[in-house]
């Protein structure tokens, strides 16, 4: 009498899972049938608003199981196990592989993108997939994960589009500033003689100023002592900004971007620090603290976060921190249409004590830059924008400053996007310890330590 054998009821039965979220997903399945050696099926992407096809397709190899417990089963992964033929041949082809593994006790599938998986040698020698039941959980929502899969195979090629709701944060603060430009000759050729002349007259002149070809451009009236006393003030001519800042030529745009680089050097002190070699600015270490904490307005509340500290043991004291590290952020002024902003680009900076450079702070910054997700990033301009924004207000007690402001803008909104959650998976360690929100267990109060 012939049989069929359980076995096969089990197969049928994962297949049938799997066909049914492919369609979910507005996606063909097409079973492979008959001899095949480890390919059960094809996924061919379909773009559900249209109906069109490109000829994206995904091997499938599925497997299913009615077992209670899975090897290596936590509450959050379990294992596969792989013979090397099977790992040889699904690396090997030119289509990507995707295993689908279904697990009838809970009626659940997790699915692996075979050849990304494969691609690290340790997992090769490991002889397992390791499917994480939460982001690997095969259901309709992975369809921007399959959709990426399909379109890195091909160079070129776009998937159907994943129609989600995104927000984009940008890395751009608007920039304001004064409304008047001031020139006058001068008897000095360089900024150099100009600036060691002004220090003499007023050490705590500004240096909202650049020399030209012995003319003096300024943000201040030079009409007004200690300036009047190095320009001839009589020729004095006042100029609206705007054509400076509006002009197309690029000695003008480059004279303009300098006056606002001296001026965002006025407008951070006295909390942050300029490095003269890479640029950036930095908090700078308090006089009577070891650390420094800054309260800011992050995307979700009101947070503190750790911008100076120490870190390490010396070897010879262990007693004494081996460096500090101070937040930093590298910025650049742009012009987009007519309207000016400021780039910014958060990175460290790191001292061995608090105020000299470490000799070994390219290495820290690298090895950091390895680490540093997504979010620590994001998480560190917001504070920098907040920074920003806020700095430079006048009070009661002090007048705002004058020559130059920053201001929030807008996030960009987009009807096509990506899945944070597809993002987070090519993280190297998503809950890195430098996410912004993993601090939010901080609280102003800190700042009274």
């Known amino acids: ?15 049938a899972h799997i066909q049914g979220v492919v369609n979910a997903m507005g996606f063909m399945f097409y079973p492979t049938g008959g001899v095949e050696a480890g390919i059960d099926g094809y996924i061919e992407l379909r773009d559900t608003n249209t109906g069109e096809v490109s000829n994206l397709l995904l091997q499938v190899q599925g497997k299913a199981s009615e077992r209670d417990r899975l090897q290596g089963d936590t509450e959050t992964s379990f294992e596969f196990p792989c013979s090397e033929a099977d790992i040889a041949y699904w690396t090997q082809g030119t289509a990507p592989v995707l295993l689908i593994f279904v697990w009838l006790k809970e009626g659940k599938a997790y699915w692996k993108s075979l050849k990304e998986w494969f691609a690290d040698p340790e997992r090769v020698k490991a002889r397992k997939v390791v499917f994480d039941k939460f982001s690997d959980e095969f259901t309709a929502e992975a369809k921007a994960g399959i959709v990426s899969v399909a379109a890195a195979a091909r160079p070129g090629a776009s998937g159907p589009s994943v129609r989600i709701d995104e927000e984009l944060l940008t890395n751009l603060v608007g920039v304001e500033f004064g409304e008047t430009l001031y020139w006058a000759p001068t008897r000095h050729a360089t900024n150099k003689t100009f600036g060691a002349a002004l220090r003499e007259l007023d050490r705590e002149a500004g240096s909202e100023w650049i020399v030209r070809g012995k003319s ?226 901080e609280t102003v109060e800190d700042l009274a330590e």
């Open 216 to 441: 003096v451009l300024s943000f201040h009236d030079l009409d007004r002592w200690p300036w009047n006393q190095l320009c001839e003030a009589e020729a004095m001519e006042e100029f609206d900004v705007d054509e400076w800042s509006d002009s197309d030529d690029e000695d003008r745009q480059r004279d303009f971007v300098e006056l606002l680089n001296r001026a965002i050097g006025e407008f951070v002190r006295p909390q942050l620090y300029r490095d003269r070699d890479s640029g950036v600015f930095y908090f700078r270490k308090p006089r009577d603290r070891e650390n420094l904490n800054y309260a800011y307005r992050s995307l979700q509340n009101t947070t503190t976060r750790r911008v100076v500290g120490q870190y390490g043991k010396k070897k010879k004291d262990p007693n004494k921190p081996s460096y500090w590290r101070h937040s930093a952020f590298l910025h650049r002024f742009v012009r987009l249409g007519s309207k000016w902003f400021l780039e910014v680009t958060p990175t460290y900076h790191f001292t061995h004590d608090g105020r000299e450079p470490d000799g070994w702070g390219g290495e820290r910054l690298k090895k950091i830059k390895e680490i540093e997700n997504n979010a620590a990033v994001m998480g560190q301009f917001v504070m920098w924008r907040d920074f920003l924004v806020t700095h430079g207000r006048g009070d009661l007690l002090r007048a705002a400053y004058p020559f130059v402001s920053f201001e929030n803008v807008d996030a960009l909104h987009l009807d096509v996007g990506v899945p944070d959650d597809l993002w987070k998976s090519h993280e190297s360690d998503p809950t890195s310890p430098l996410f912004e929100l993993a601090l939010a267990g």
């Open 1 to 15: 009498m012939k049989k069929i054998g359980r076995s096969d009821i089990i197969g049928q039965r994962g297949m």
